[in-house]
């Protein structure tokens, strides 16, 4: 069975050590060296920069999120042992894990960082598809006459890259379409590599939870739940018909992942459409201060994110899920395209003003839409808030101050909540 050491990156036939260093970590499978699709997904990333900026930490359990009203962005590994979990309140998460280091976010060290990675990715392939700062499909079919060797080796000398170089770990998911790489992935993190081949797909799907496929959360599998699907399997026996019959759209795209179909290409220029980030609470809320709190902490993660791709939305998206699983939305056209965090957290908050229902909620969500360039946002300003300019500024040299000595150097109270 063809075999690879993700250490020295010898190829080799059979065994559970390499031949060449006698390492342990080896990767084997039938279809290696045949398959080319791949999903990239990086080591609980924000935490893993930080420990490497900060060795002390390296042994200690790290959470990255606000104050003690703030929630989890994310956890190293040694938090996530003690239940620590991403969209976690804070309160809740120390009180699993009170001797954890909590850590604001750096917003602009994980952009960095992002940024060489997607270099050394470049120099593999063209066909790279960023689903965030820390992820991403890659397409390395036709490449291996270019770089001499197969793509399972070209990977593992990425991630090998990632951790000499750069100092943080990522999980590698391989197979023969972007639905399985993205499952294969998660399947053995941290620093994991595995692969589902296409002579395999049927039977490792068959009895996994129908959660496992991407896009189904909380409100979908409810509803296939009660329609008496819970696994693959229960998928399998419906008629492509009847799901789509029963489920609309879904129901088509169901019954092919179900059988391990995926044609999507890993598109490279594929259009961004949105910029949105959303948190659902360990336990359902209506307390408005809360929401408020979230909100800023989500339009400054828009904010950022919108900065560094150089884009600016020309509406504002407030998005609640109520207690019932079922979604409100809210959206505001704005005058002017905009990419400032006050900006987007004015509008949301006042979008959330307008929201007569109490809730409780389980989820909020903060977005911008009809995204344009950022060269045509915030010229002119609000005429019917002069203070908005002087905001706008102080936001400026706020992310000025923060390129240069990191995101903690300047912290907004609001964010404290």
Same mark, same amino acid.
């Given at each position: 069975?063809?075999?690879?050491? $993700?250490?020295?990156?010898?190829?080799?036939?059979?065994?559970?050590?390499?031949?060449?260093?006698?390492?342990? $970590?080896?990767?084997?499978?039938p !279809?290696?060296?045949?398959?080319?699709?791949?999903?990239?997904?990086?080591?609980?990333?924000?935490?893993?920069?930080?420990?490497?900026?900060?060795?002390?930490? +390296?042994?200690?359990?790290?959470?990255?999120?606000?104050?003690?009203?703030?929630?989890?962005?994310?956890?190293c590994?040694?938090?996530?042992? @003690?239940?620590v979990?991403?969209?976690?309140?804070?309160?809740?998460?120390? @009180?699993?894990?009170?001797?954890?280091?909590?850590? @604001?976010?750096?917003?602009?060290?994980?952009?960095?960082?992002?940024?060489?990675? $997607?270099?050394?990715? %470049?120099?593999?392939?063209?066909?790279?598809?960023?689903?965030? #700062?820390?992820?991403?499909?890659?397409?390395?079919?036709?490449?291996?006459?270019?770089?001499?060797?197969?793509?399972?080796?070209?990977?593992?000398?990425?991630?090998?890259?990632?951790?000499?170089?750069?100092?943080?770990?990522?999980?590698?998911?391989?197979?023969?379409?972007?639905?399985?790489?993205?499952?294969?992935?998660?399947?053995?993190?941290?620093?994991?590599?595995?692969?589902?081949? @296409?002579?395999?797909? !049927?039977?490792?799907?068959? *009895?996994?939870?129908?959660?496992?496929?991407?896009?189904?959360?909380?409100?979908?599998?409810?509803?296939l739940? &009660? /329609?008496?699907?819970? &696994?693959?399997?229960?998928?399998?026996?419906?008629?492509?018909?009847?799901?789509?019959?029963?489920?609309g759209?879904?129901?088509?795209?169901?019954?092919? #992942?179900?059988?391990?179909?995926?044609?999507?290409?890993?598109?490279?220029?594929?259009?961004?459409?949105?910029?949105?980030?959303?948190?659902?609470?360990? %336990?359902?809320?209506?307390?408005? !201060?809360?929401?408020?709190?979230?909100?800023?902490?989500?339009?400054?993660?828009v904010?950022?994110?919108?900065?560094?791709?150089?884009? /600016?939305?020309?509406?504002?998206?407030?998005?609640?899920?109520?207690?019932?699983?079922?979604?409100? &939305?809210?959206?505001?056209?704005l $005058? =002017?395209?905009?990419?400032?965090?006050?900006?987007i957290?004015?509008?949301?908050? =006042?979008?959330?003003?307008?929201?007569?229902?109490?809730?409780?909620?389980?989820?909020?969500?903060?977005?911008?839409? *009809?995204?344009?360039?950022?060269?045509?946002a915030?010229?002119?300003?609000?005429?019917?808030?002069?203070?908005?300019?002087?905001?706008?500024?102080?936001?400026?040299?706020?992310d000025a101050? +923060?390129?240069?000595?990191?995101?903690?150097?300047?912290?907004?109270?609001?964010?404290?909540?």
């Amino acid at each position: 069975m063809p075999a690879l050491c $993700r250490d020295c990156l010898t190829p080799f036939e059979t065994g559970t050590r390499c031949p060449a260093c006698r390492s342990p $970590r080896v990767v084997s499978h039938p !279809e290696l060296f045949e398959l080319s699709v791949a999903h990239m997904d990086c080591d609980a990333f924000y935490a893993s920069v930080e420990k490497r900026d900060n060795p002390e930490l +390296r042994d200690k359990p790290v959470i990255i999120g606000g104050g003690k009203r703030g929630v989890v962005s994310t956890a190293c590994y040694i938090a996530r042992i @003690k239940g620590v979990r991403s969209a976690m309140p804070m309160f809740q998460a120390l @009180k699993l894990c009170p001797e954890a280091v909590v850590i @604001k976010p750096r917003m602009s060290a994980y952009v960095e960082v992002s940024r060489r990675i $997607r270099a050394m990715m %470049e120099e593999m392939t063209p066909a790279i598809e960023p689903l965030s #700062l820390d992820e991403a499909f890659l397409d390395l079919t036709g490449t291996a006459r270019l770089h001499g060797v197969p793509p399972a080796v070209m990977l593992a000398r990425l991630v090998k890259r990632m951790e000499q170089e750069l100092g943080v770990t990522g999980s590698i998911g391989l197979s023969h379409n972007k639905f399985l790489a993205k499952i294969a992935s998660d399947l053995d993190k941290p620093r994991g590599f595995s692969v589902i081949g @296409k002579g395999e797909t !049927e039977a490792f799907l068959r *009895d996994k939870p129908v959660r496992i496929i991407w896009g189904v959360g909380a409100a979908g599998q409810m509803a296939l739940e &009660t /329609a008496g699907i819970r &696994t693959i399997a229960d998928l399998l026996r419906w008629d492509r018909k009847e799901l789509g019959q029963r489920f609309g759209q879904m129901g088509d795209r169901l019954w092919h #992942l179900a059988r391990g179909l995926d044609n999507r290409r890993v598109s490279r220029d594929a259009p961004l459409k949105s910029i949105s980030k959303e948190t659902t609470f360990f %336990e359902d809320t209506a307390d408005r !201060e809360l929401l408020d709190g979230h909100l800023w902490r989500l339009a400054e993660q828009v904010s950022d994110r919108a900065k560094a791709k150089e884009l /600016a939305g020309g509406t504002v998206v407030l998005k609640l899920r109520r207690a019932s699983f079922s979604l409100l &939305t809210r959206r505001h056209g704005l $005058r =002017e395209p905009t990419q400032m965090a006050d900006r987007i957290y004015r509008e949301a908050r =006042e979008l959330l003003d307008h929201v007569k229902e109490p809730g409780p909620f389980r989820l909020i969500g903060v977005g911008i839409s *009809d995204l344009v360039p950022a060269s045509r946002a915030d010229l002119t300003g609000d005429l019917l808030d002069p203070e908005a300019a002087r905001r706008a500024g102080a936001e400026r040299a706020t992310d000025a101050i +923060r390129r240069r000595f990191g995101h903690d150097a300047i912290v907004k109270g609001r964010s404290l909540r």
